[in-house]
């Protein structure tokens, strides 16, 4: 398959977090056929992410995730584009790195691997999982792949994510008075998270919150007990800052659980590469083990996760040429 051809192929396995079985075991097939050592690492579940290798020499490996964000949407295409779920996040990346690394082996190079995980979009099991992997200690660079427009990434933000709780006492609503509500409290107190002054940094920017999710109460006719925010936090400092600023906004009234962290990570810059920092998270800050970290990709991030999708023709096509120049670069210092 051509590049075009594999991209609508990984895109035609739906593979939402958590649905990733099928599409990893198409790529382990299919890098089977062409020749490369593969394994499929058991994450949970028999959700599994692949490796792959060229030769045991492999230094420089290509990476990126198999799964997508809901809602499934099948590829489309037109002259120019590629449209659907994982256009460029992150299948056409995949396809775009197995399209670089067979070139590189035509022109004889082997020193070359690939790692392909689970749930990056959800919690980064499949990072986490590869990071313990004994075949972490061969990989000395580790090209990681999201939507950068095909810029390097010299830098990401970090992530956390929490949970805002507050609790209260029923009561019907008629008497207000014999209850406490949650719902009022959690307002009041994202009011306030709103508010925080949280950390800024040279190099990253401003931290970033959203308010993802709002849940509480019973029914209309009922003083909430229970109430409770998802907020999503793009970091660019360590936790302790941040934590201080939320506790200070939050002064008691409601109780903070963090369901996942990753601190901002600073990248190799490459010379002939334009440069940029991304405000996203990627694998990367779960894969110490994995080497040097660099990160590019095809596409634009504001079109991955929306239902319009897509990746440029042309820009997958430059993906692999600077794949290609990149891998040779670290290669060649590995020589």
Not at 93 to 101: L, S
Request: charged letters at 25%; aromatic letters at 6%.
């Amino acid at each position: 398959m051509n590049l075009f051809e594999l991209t609508t192929e990984l895109m035609r396995i739906p593979s939402v977090s958590g649905d990733e079985h099928d599409v990893g075991t198409f790529l382990c097939g299919f890098l089977e056929g062409l020749g490369y050592d593969v394994e499929m690492q058991e994450v949970v579940d028999g959700r599994r992410n692949v490796i792959a290798t060229a030769s045991e020499d492999a230094a420089v490996f290509f990476s990126t995730h198999m799964d997508t964000v809901p809602p499934f949407i099948p590829p489309t295409e037109d002259d120019e584009k590629i449209y659907g779920r994982g256009s460029c996040d992150a299948k056409g990346i995949i396809a775009a790195q197995i399209t670089a690394a067979e070139r590189l082996r035509a022109e004889g190079e082997d020193r070359i691997g690939f790692l392909f995980t689970v749930d990056e979009e959800e919690s980064c099991l499949g990072a986490k999982a590869a990071n313990d992997h004994p075949v972490a200690a061969k990989c000395k660079y580790l090209i990681n792949g999201e939507p950068t427009d095909n810029d390097l990434g010299i830098g990401s933000k970090g992530s956390l994510r929490m949970l805002l709780k507050t609790q209260g006492k029923a009561a019907h609503s008629a008497y207000p008075e014999m209850g406490e509500s949650a719902t009022t409290k959690l307002v009041e107190v994202l009011s306030d998270v709103l508010k925080a002054e949280l950390p800024t940094d040279e190099f990253f920017g401003e931290t970033t919150l959203n308010v993802g999710t709002l849940n509480g109460g019973l029914a209309t006719n009922v003083v909430a007990p229970s109430a409770e925010a998802g907020l999503h936090i793009r970091m660019v400092a360590e936790l302790e800052p941040v934590l201080g600023a939320l506790e200070k906004a939050i002064a008691g009234r409601a109780e903070l659980e963090t369901m996942s962290l990753s601190l901002p990570v600073k990248m190799l810059a490459v010379d002939g590469f334009r440069h940029k920092v991304v405000r996203f998270t990627t694998d990367i800050p779960n894969l110490p083990n994995w080497g040097m970290p660099l990160l590019l990709g095809p596409g634009s991030i504001l079109d991955a996760h929306t239902s319009h999708e897509f990746v440029l023709k042309k820009d997958l096509e430059k993906a692999v040429d600077l794949y290609v120049d990149l891998a040779r670069d670290l290669l060649s210092r590995d020589s």
